[in-house]
């Protein structure tokens, strides 16, 4: 597969800033994304309009790092920021129905996004403490790999409420399940190990570690060690009821 182009705009708001943009950029091509980046792409003596223009034009993606300088500059049309802005406001117009653009938020108060992009949803890379989690968002987007699909209609018209939505919990919940009942295909023992689990789905451990906790606060999984978990009564129910495993 041909990796994903995806141009990166930013403000030049500090030192600090631009390393994080820096480490964001090369842990996106780390991770299989053809990130483009001025830091590396763009040399003194080049035409800054020209370069914006020819990588946005050629981009899969372009990633709008949205911090609260970068939103004000957008905002007044100033520099290269500005030149952008009307770049990325006609390709928007011209593409309407195009998720090439890509808000990524790095803020230090409220998310406030330029008014050019506020009709977009948005990735929050703010919280240090989460960016993993923001990644895996980011880059299931860029590769086009959803972590669930859009369900098929189902055959039975009385299954219960509650439990059905389609939500991020409730879709990662049933991942996390989905991988367990896989592995306990293959292991001898009732408790299952976290790390074989983690091998039978992509969710990223530090996700598949929160899905497992609201399955074991659900009542469907316990865990008497840590990163052991059994299937409960009420597991094997679940599985059964979406249709993991046959009855």
């Given at each position: 597969m041909t990796p994903?182009?995806?141009?990166i705009s930013y403000s030049h708001d500090s030192a600090e800033h631009k390393s994080w943009v820096l480490d964001f950029a090369t842990t996106l091509r780390?991770?299989?994304?053809d990130a483009v980046l001025d830091q590396w792409d763009l040399r003194p003596g080049d035409d800054l309009p020209h370069f914006m223009e020819t990588e946005l034009a050629k981009c899969d993606y372009a990633i709008i790092v949205c911090s609260e300088t970068y939103v004000?500059?957008?905002?007044?049309?100033?520099?290269?920021?500005?030149?952008?802005?009307?770049i990325v406001t006609a390709s928007m117009l011209q593409r309407i129905d195009s998720n090439k653009i890509i808000p990524v938020v790095r803020q230090s108060s409220t998310p406030v996004l330029p008014t050019f992009l506020q009709s977009k949803l948005y990735i929050n890379f703010s919280n240090d403490s989460e960016v993993e989690y923001s990644l895996d968002e980011l880059l299931r987007t860029l590769l086009n790999a959803p972590l669930f699909e859009k369900p098929d209609i189902g055959a039975?018209?009385?299954?219960?409420?509650?439990?059905?939505?389609p939500d991020r919990t409730a879709d990662g919940l049933k991942a996390a399940m989905t991988a367990i009942a896989k592995v306990f295909e293959q292991s001898p023992y009732d408790q299952l190990d976290i790390g074989k689990i983690a091998g039978f789905t992509?969710?990223?451990?530090?996700?598949l570690e929160r899905y497992l906790s609201q399955a074991e606060s659900d009542g469907l999984v316990t865990s008497n060690v840590i990163g052991q978990y059994s299937v409960t009564n009420d597991g094997y129910d679940y599985l059964v009821n979406h249709g993991i495993i046959d009855a």
């Open positions: 994903p182009k995806a141009f780390n991770r299989g994304i004000a500059k957008a905002n007044a049309g100033e520099g290269g920021v500005g030149y952008e802005k009307m039975n018209s009385f299954m219960p409420l509650q439990g059905s939505k992509d969710i990223h451990r530090l996700k």
